[in-house]
């Protein structure tokens, strides 16, 4: 069931900034909603057109590919780390690298 069915919450609208949604408790009263709309209906209304929506969603498309650079980075590097103990161990036990030394010196 819907919470506005069951009366646990109620709609109210704010005229002036023309938005529509707001929910609010059925016990709160009608002079702290029309002045908590006051104060939201405007920002709200302000920060939900003019293109601020879409400058939103490039900030968050810019943050979430550097976090997916990083991860990817990260991933990377730990591979070529784990190669580079894998090959020295390797290299080490087969006795390749006291080779190296003989023919060096």
Not at 22 to 46: K, Q, V
């Amino acid at each position: 069931m819907d919470l506005l069915h069951l009366n646990r919450l109620r709609q109210y609208s704010h005229e002036p900034s023309s938005t529509k949604g707001w929910f609010a408790n059925p016990a709160t009263t009608i002079a702290a909603i029309n002045e908590r709309l006051d104060t939201l209906g405007p920002l709200y209304d302000s920060v939900s057109g003019h293109g601020f929506g879409n400058q939103t969603g490039d900030a968050l498309g810019s943050v979430d590919n550097y976090l997916i650079h990083r991860i990817v980075a990260a991933i990377v590097t730990m591979a070529r780390k784990f190669l580079a103990v894998f090959s020295y161990r390797v290299a080490t036990r087969r006795n390749c690298l006291r080779r190296l030394k003989q023919h060096s010196t």
